[in-house]
Every structure is written in C-alpha cells, then in structure tokens.
C-alpha cells in the first residue's frame, strides 16, 4: 500500500531527512520518515489532525 500513496513534505525542507505527509485511502493523514521511505508510517484520524494542525498553527502546544 505504501508503494501507492502520495507523499508530501514542506517546500522549506531541501533535503531528505524531512517528515512526510499523505491524505491516505479512507481520509486519514500518513506520516512518515522522509529518510526512510519504505518504513513505516503513522496514521491519524482526519479530526485528530486538524486538532494538531490547528494547535500548531495558533503557536497553542504545550513547551
């Protein structure tokens, strides 16, 4: 399967050792190892990723 998504990692990352993410089969968000591409990858529900995306995006996590 992993073979079959589409990954994506940030425009500022010139270089390998960069996370990766995928909008997987189903709506889930991949993550993976950008220097390990075969390897496995994390899964997260849609709405649990917005939640972390929203938290990062207003600077909210906890130090």
Known sequence: MNSQIR?????????AACVEISVLPGGAVGLRDGKDPDGAFLRF???RWN?????VKRDTLSR
Do not use: M, N, R
């Open 7 to 15: 990954w994506f990692k940030s425009s500022y990352c010139d270089t």
């Open 45 to 47: 529900p849609i709405a």
């Open 51 to 55: 939640a972390f995306a929203d938290l």
